[in-house]
């Protein structure tokens, strides 16, 4: 069969990551989240077993927002709140990956923030409805550079921590996470084939809550730099 260029109809932007040092850009095909996955947080969520296993919900790849951006207040909730995260970033697909081979498809890592409606999502919670509402809206997914693992090693423990106008709202420590990235990435090669392009939110430390617009959120995680966004009017 002759190739032939293909002509699209709609041509939606490619959703990309800038990777520290590089000229080159990174391709975000799907956005995994983990649920729980430090202990501090399940305490003061009030939910789930310390000891249940991971579980991961999606966000849609164009909810990121770059280090810099605007997210505007959303629509639909009266409690907006940043849960900080280590994000792990995909370069190397596969199924049921082990443990032990894990680290060598992750590319490398940045740092992120997972918004959430948080009034929506527990509401979905107690009517056993899908979190969609609550986790996977628009502009959800604030994400800083990618750092190459080739480049700054593997994020095994340090410091993560979130300010808000300056004033520390959540700290802890990577090395605390109940799934550390190796198991993360292997538990979710057993329930989708992961690809190159993949993102994965790793969950959050204690210290969640609220933001207003006009609110400046500054997150850090040792050797990723830091990720600033800052909160906008509301929607209609
Ligand atoms: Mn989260």
Redesign the pocket.
């Known amino acids: 069969m002759q190739a032939r260029q293909q002509n699209y109809i709609v041509a939606p932007e490619p959703v990309v990551l800038p990777v520290v040092g590089s000229e080159a850009v990174f391709a975000v095909r799907r956005l995994y ?3 729980r ?1 430090y202990v501090d ?1 399940i305490r003061e969520m009030k939910e789930g077993d310390e000891r249940d296993p991971p579980f991961f919900f999606q966000k849609p790849a164009d909810a990121i927002v770059g280090d810099g951006g605007a997210v505007p207040y959303p629509t639909h909730t009266d409690d907006f709140q940043h ?1 900080i ?1 280590l994000v792990a970033a995909i370069g190397r697909g596969g199924r049921n990956i082990p443990v032990a081979q894990a680290l060598d498809h992750v590319f490398g890592y940045a740092v992120g923030i ?1 918004l ?1 409606r948080r009034d929506r999502q527990r509401e979905a919670r107690d009517l056993r409805l899908p979190w969609e509402v609550g ?1 996977s809206f628009d502009r959800s997914a604030p994400c800083g550079p990618l750092h190459a693992a080739v480049e700054g090693g593997h994020i095994t423990a340090g410091a993560i921590s979130l300010s808000v106008n300056g004033k520390t709202r959540q700290t802890g420590d990577i090395g605390q996470m109940i799934w550390n990235v190796a198991e993360i990435v292997a538990n979710l090669s057993r329930h989708y084939a992961l690809a190159p392009g993949d993102l994965i ?1 790793t ?2 430390p204690a210290g ?1 809550g609220p933001v207003v617009p006009g609110d400046r959120l500054e997150g850090t995680v040792a050797g990723l730099g830091r990720l600033t966004i800052t909160i906008t009017a509301r929607e209609d």
């Open positions: 989240c983990v649920g996955n947080h849960e995260e997972d959430t986790k939110f969950g959050t969640v």
